[in-house]
């Protein structure tokens, strides 16, 4: 999660080197704070997992998505981001820190 200040405030562009993206937006007057994390090989298992959070001012959501590839997993972190959220994938990663990070790695001519 991008790293929060004194008052609170979180800076999207303070990503911790396990993030893939971040963005932080304001949604009906509530202050949302999204990370997906950089995909890594699942500890002793075939496959991929990558974090997801996602904080809502008071409500703070943590999840895990694995899937076979890390194209797959990216993939399921971002469709529960955008479905959890109801926002459209290009709200989402437009402005956002390496969003187009996200977009290359789900390429599938990258």
Known sequence: MPA??????YWASELREDELV?????????RVVVSIGRPAP??????WRCRVRVDRGTRFE?????APT?????????????GRLGIAEAELL????RGEELRA???PDG
């Open 4 to 9: 929060r200040d004194s008052s609170g405030e």
């Open 22 to 30: 971040a963005k932080e937006f304001d949604r009906d007057g509530v």
């Open 42 to 47: 699942f500890p002793g298992r075939a496959g």
């Open 62 to 66: 943590q999840s895990q998505v694995v």
């Open 70 to 82: 890390e194209r797959e997993v990216l993939r399921l972190a971002l469709d529960l981001v955008t």
């Open 94 to 97: 437009d402005d956002a820190a």
């Open 105 to 107: 790695a789900l390429d």
